[in-house]
């Protein structure tokens, strides 16, 4: 499965159904289609596909998250919310499935959809912190919410995970203007700012 969506993924939609005819009914083949014709831009075959392999394995999480990104990139982005919920449900300690779900949640902007997508961000960075999507998100998702120190932290973060080290410095700095002295999040802020100036030590 795992190489049939990659193939899915990289190669030209010819190359996919000679790999993966229509004949070919095994669930690699038509998770491939699937794929294929999603990243072609063709909806209206990759939708009717993911609802044949969802009915035929309904507690499948990665079917249901696949179905989500369908939906969220053809724009139906308040669709997509009952596939990525279902996954996140069926895998509650899947990071990334979260990350989706928060990513669509910030995107529909509605106020009551703000703090489920906060929580979602946060309980995929407790299993694993260097994913700095999550870290754009939360920087948003925390702004929007007023929490203007957090949001800066969590920009650091990102900037500091994807190299921008300046920038890394400068929110860290912002963080510790508007966090307590000596909280968690301003203690992290510090880090942070020790981090790179130790790094800049090193070159």
Request: hydrophobic share 40%.
């Given at each position: 499965r795992m190489v049939a969506k990659l193939r899915g993924y990289i190669n030209h939609l010819g190359r996919t159904l000679r790999d993966y005819p229509p004949s070919d009914t095994s669930i690699p083949a038509r998770y491939a289609r699937v794929v294929a014709h999603y990243r072609h831009g063709d909806v209206t075959k990759s939708l009717p596909l993911i609802d044949a392999l969802i009915a035929d394995a309904p507690n499948d999480p990665y079917f249901k998250e696949l179905k989500g990104e369908i939906l969220f990139k053809s724009g139906r982005i308040a669709d997509s919310l009952e596939p990525l919920g279902q996954a996140v449900r069926a895998l509650p300690n899947a990071p990334l499935l979260r990350i989706s779900l928060a990513h669509a949640q910030i995107e529909l902007n509605r106020p009551e959809l703000l703090a489920a997508a906060v929580r979602n961000l946060e309980m995929a960075l407790q299993v694993k912190r260097t994913m700095p999507m999550a870290w754009r998100l939360a920087a948003t998702a925390y702004g929007r919410q007023n929490r203007?120190?957090?949001?800066?932290?969590?920009?650091?973060?990102?900037?500091?995970?994807?190299?921008?080290?300046?920038?890394?410095?400068?929110?860290?700095?912002?963080?510790?203007?508007?966090?307590?002295?000596?909280?968690?999040?301003?203690?992290?802020?510090?880090?942070?700012?020790?981090?790179?100036?130790?790094?800049?030590?090193?070159?």
């Open positions: 203007l120190g957090r949001s800066a932290l969590a920009s650091a973060e990102y900037n500091l995970l994807t190299g921008r080290r300046k920038d890394a410095k400068r929110m860290a700095g912002r963080a510790q203007a508007i966090l307590k002295r000596g909280s968690p999040g301003w203690m992290r802020a510090a880090d942070v700012i020790n981090a790179i100036d130790r790094s800049k030590r090193k070159n």
